[in-house]
């Protein structure tokens, strides 16, 4: 069921000779199209996020978001374009400290504001099970389907990935599924724009 997604978002991933190169294998494997971007490079280590599509990449930028002594975050922004209409895809992984996620989380949503009215899906590792962010910029897809209690997190009992759209894009499905993939469950959600 996933390999017939459209588009997938992962965080953790490596793409280096010492960690394996996991980023061009799932593409290869995937047959779509890439944009990675590594938040965390030493010891000959690339490791951070990637974004896979079905439709061709338009425009890609990763931008690192302030993350004080720890471990460097990011945001991925890939543009795709579908039948004509542009589509924002940023995909995150925030930090472990909450005064750090909630600095991220405003870089978050000042990126957003410079979206021109374009439809936009976030999605990705916030690390934080009580997620605090206006309905008008972020829709929480979990949420729209009275699905948020489900958790995410295999160690943990919360919610900590999440998937949100732009006001404007239609809510059809989310699932969790329960697979012993990494230490986070995937989610899967089905939407309209």
Same mark, same amino acid.
């Given at each position: 069921?996933? =390999?017939?997604?459209?588009?997938?978002?992962?965080? /953790?991933?490596?793409?280096?000779?010492?960690? !394996?190169?996991?980023?061009?294998?799932? +593409?290869?494997?995937? +047959?779509?199209?890439?944009?990675?971007?590594?938040?965390?490079? @030493?010891? !000959?280590?690339?490791?951070? &996020?990637?974004?896979?599509?079905?439709?061709?990449? +338009? =425009?890609? @930028?990763?931008?690192? &978001?302030?993350?004080?002594?720890?471990?460097?975050?990011?945001?991925?922004?890939?543009?795709?374009?579908?039948?004509? $209409?542009?589509?924002?895809?940023?995909?995150?992984?925030?930090?472990?400290?909450?005064?750090?996620?909630?600095?991220?989380?405003?870089?978050?949503? #000042?990126?957003?504001?410079?979206?021109? #009215?374009?439809?936009?899906?976030?999605?990705?590792?916030?690390?934080?099970?009580?997620? +605090?962010?206006? /309905?008008? *910029?972020?829709?929480?897809?979990?949420?729209?389907?009275?699905?948020? @209690?489900? &958790?995410?997190?295999?160690?943990?009992?919360? $919610?900590? #990935?999440?998937?949100?759209?732009?006001? #404007?894009? /239609? *809510? &059809?499905?989310?699932? *969790?599924?329960?697979?012993?993939?990494?230490?986070?469950?995937?989610?899967?959600?089905?939407?309209?724009?």
């Amino acid at each position: 069921r996933i =390999s017939d997604s459209d588009i997938i978002c992962l965080q /953790e991933v490596n793409e280096s000779a010492k960690s !394996g190169f996991q980023v061009s294998s799932f +593409k290869e494997e995937l +047959k779509m199209y890439s944009h990675f971007g590594a938040n965390v490079v @030493n010891y !000959g280590s690339n490791y951070g &996020l990637v974004t896979y599509s079905k439709y061709p990449i +338009k =425009s890609e @930028n990763h931008i690192y &978001l302030s993350s004080g002594n720890r471990e460097q975050r990011g945001m991925l922004h890939t543009e795709i374009n579908i039948d004509g $209409r542009k589509l924002n895809i940023i995909n995150v992984h925030l930090g472990l400290g909450k005064e750090e996620r909630e600095i991220q989380i405003k870089e978050l949503i #000042d990126f957003i504001d410079k979206i021109d #009215d374009e439809p936009y899906i976030v999605a990705g590792d916030f690390n934080d099970g009580d997620i +605090k962010i206006s /309905e008008d *910029v972020l829709k929480d897809v979990a949420k729209e389907l009275d699905k948020s @209690n489900m &958790l995410t997190f295999a160690t943990g009992l919360d $919610r900590i #990935d999440y998937i949100f759209v732009s006001p #404007d894009i /239609e *809510v &059809l499905e989310y699932e *969790v599924l329960i697979k012993n993939m990494s230490d986070h469950y995937p989610i899967i959600a089905k939407i309209r724009i």
